[in-house]
């Protein structure tokens, strides 16, 4: 099964956060994610994500701002995740701890155990 991450990609540590998190997953299991961020067009991120099986979303914050642009392309999430609801602190241009990695990575498996990820 093939999932397509949408990463908030802001210039905020929790929108940091979100891309190195993603990155992360795609080094763990080669193959079986997709990452991509919402900085991308509309219509560049419906080709991108179109081959996937899965759509995770990971916002940093709850601006939402990679929810807003894929429903600007006409997409939703089958898996939403915010950092900063997992008690992670939005703190400007803060550097990205590994533990906030962690455990953005451990939502997106946790929250598709029904779907093995």
Known sequence: MTYALVT????SNTGKLTTQAGM???QRKPGMFLCMNCKQSAESLRLDVGGAERLIV????TDCCATKKLTKAGLSADVHIIATELG???????DVKY?????????VI????????
Not at 100 to 107: D, G, H
Not at 110 to 117: A, S, Y
């Open 99 to 107: 533990d906030e990695i962690e455990k953005v990575v451990r939502a």
């Open 24 to 26: 992360l997953l795609m």
């Open 58 to 61: 990971l916002d940093g914050c």
């Open 8 to 11: 908030c990609s802001g210039i």
């Open 110 to 117: 946790d929250n598709g155990e029904n779907q093995n990820v």
């Open 88 to 94: 992670i602190e939005k703190n400007g241009m803060a």
